[in-house]
């Protein structure tokens, strides 16, 4: 069993940057691959970015990429979310997840993740 706990959210001014962080149990963590998704209100869950076990592979939506940075540290394990120049539309609950299972490429869809945290806060102001 995998437990995900999420840190880091709050309210930050568009413009401004936030670094979330996602704690991992389990004494396999470096083997699991990593992402970071969100979900508006009404809206649906996204991707937002991933990382793999050796954290050598990144991948990014098209609507953060350049402005996020997904990072991880396998000896704490910890994986992270910078993000910078937030806009009012980054405001979501960010969840981190955890891909257990060996992969080809890095998966961008939450059916593919194996377990999730319960989320954190990240709310733009304009």
């Known amino acids: 069993q995998v437990q995900l706990v999420e840190s880091g959210g709050g309210l930050v001014q568009a413009g401004g940057s936030l670094r979330l962080s996602c704690a991992a149990s389990g004494h396999t963590y470096s083997s699991y691959h990593m992402g970071w998704f969100r979900q508006a209100p009404g809206k649906e869950r996204e991707f937002v970015a991933s990382?793999?076990?050796?954290?050598?592979?990144?991948y990014y939506a098209d609507s953060v990429k350049g402005r996020f940075t997904i990072s991880r540290d396998n000896a704490k394990n910890m994986v992270y979310l910078q993000m910078n120049s937030l806009k009012v539309e980054d405001t979501a609950v960010y969840y981190c997840a955890a891909r257990t299972r060996p992969i080809i490429v890095l998966p961008t869809t939450g059916a593919a993740y194996d377990y999730w945290g319960q989320g954190t806060q990240v709310t733009v102001s304009s």
């Open positions: 990382i793999m076990r050796s954290g050598a592979n990144t």
